[in-house]
């Protein structure tokens, strides 16, 4: 057995990044078996170690891979071969060519990405889904990113597979009339894996590029539906700003931040792709939530933020996708844009409402604006409640900040 040198190393590693989720894809439309095909594409990427040092890296990596796996799955299905069920897998693999086609097969990552996310599973299910059998996390990994359990984990993918067996879950892209709901919870579910990994702690981290390369993806894939260039565009924008989003494990608050650390690469190709967007006519809420980070982002300063037109945004995304959480941002706009008064007001008919009772946001921001307009008192009773519900480290130490200063 010859051993990977880096370069070998580094060239598996940037296949199974870009080609994990086309091989995966290719046996379970072959094969219609979620196992099969992963432990197959696994055996392949482990052969790939040990056989790409001997002969060298193919010329196309990801052909190599899938015809590996291929044979692999044939040789599974010849030994364990029982039954019709086993017999019907093997003439399908049998019946195709020694030599895979080596062009892009979008349709299967296509197909892959519709049914994890396949509206009769459950949520959490789409999301773990998703990240192994697309982005090829291991179950750890996924249980570790969602501070879940690694049995639980298992457990909740074992449930999913069954399922699209079990329900007959098409392995196709939907119809015409059902794509703009599947789209909707394909882009929920990356929007979720994103936001999963937009914070200071390192083993999350990784999410987030796993989640704007999904993106990238279903834009090629899908490249007339303007929604997922939005949501590309929303992710790449808000990743613009990681690297000033804390200090020292302390949240730093978009106004504050350092914009000359900013990525401008990130944010010129978060435009363009919002550019191309909007350029369709057909408006959608991701659209419009990648409009208003580009309204923070492109402004040179926090003092020049254009806050009537993030307001009117803001009010155009409640028509789109109303929510409570959408009311809240408003109701910040609205305060920057008319005045602070007419921000708490709204703020305080959030409250009034008990919608967002145990969102730490909402006494996070009544504290803001109050402690803006002298209210003191009130901004530290505000704050204090905030400080309780605050999910993670950071912003508890922001708020606790807030809470000194006053």
């Known amino acids: ?94 019946r195709d060519p020694d030599e895979l086609p080596h062009d892009e097969i979008p349709d299967e990552r296509l197909r892959l990405i519709f049914t994890c996310c396949h509206p009769a ?108 260039r939005g949501l590309l565009a929303l992710m790449l924008l808000h990743e613009s700003r990681r690297a000033t989003r804390t200090d020292d494990g302390v949240l730093v608050t978009l106004e504050n931040q350092d914009r000359s650390r900013w990525d401008q690469a990130l944010i010129s190709e978060g435009v363009a792709t919002l550019d191309q967007a909007l350029a369709t006519g057909r408006i959608g809420g991701y659209q419009v939530q990648a409009a208003i980070a580009a309204c923070h982002v492109t402004a040179p300063d926090a003092v020049s933020t254009d806050w009537p037109r993030i307001a009117a945004l803001y009010t155009e995304l409640a028509r789109l996708a109303p929510s409570p959480v959408v009311d809240l941002n408003h109701a910040v706009a609205v305060a920057m844009a008319d005045g602070i008064p007419a921000g708490l007001a709204l703020v305080d008919e959030i409250t009034a409402s008990g919608r967002l009772d145990r969102y730490h946001l909402l006494p996070a921001t009544r504290a803001d604006l109050l402690r803006r307009d ?33």
């Open 1 to 94: 057995m010859t051993a990977p040198d880096d370069r070998v190393r580094a060239a598996v590693d940037a296949a199974f990044r870009d080609e994990w989720g086309q091989v995966v894809a290719t046996l379970i439309g072959l094969t219609g078996d979620w196992d099969l095909a992963e432990d197959c594409a696994q055996d392949a990427f482990a052969f790939a170690l040990t056989n790409w040092p001997r002969d060298g890296v193919p010329r196309r990596p990801g052909a190599w891979l899938t015809t590996t796996a291929r044979n692999r799955a044939i040789d599974r299905l010849r030994r364990d071969a029982a039954g019709a069920g086993k017999v019907r897998q093997l003439a399908v693999l049998a």
């Open 121 to 228: 599973l459950p949520f959490p299910a789409r999301v773990a889904l998703t990240l192994r059998t697309l982005a090829g996390l291991s179950t750890a990994e996924i249980a570790r990113a969602f501070l879940t359990a690694e049995s639980t984990m298992a457990q909740r993918l074992v449930r999913a597979k069954r399922k699209i067996h079990e329900a007959g879950i098409p392995y196709r892209v939907p119809p015409v009339e059902l794509l703009s709901q599947r789209l909707a919870a394909v882009l929920a579910v990356l929007y979720l894996i994103f936001n999963q990994g937009y914070d200071e702690e390192d083993e999350r981290r990784a999410l987030t590029s796993e989640a704007i390369r999904l993106a990238r993806l279903l834009v090629r894939l899908m490249p007339r539906e303007p929604e997922p």
């Open 374 to 406: 002298g209210r003191t008192a009130e901004a530290k009773a505000a704050y204090e409640q905030a400080l309780k519900l605050a999910p993670t480290e950071a912003e508890r130490r922001y708020l606790a900040g807030r809470l000194r200063e006053l």
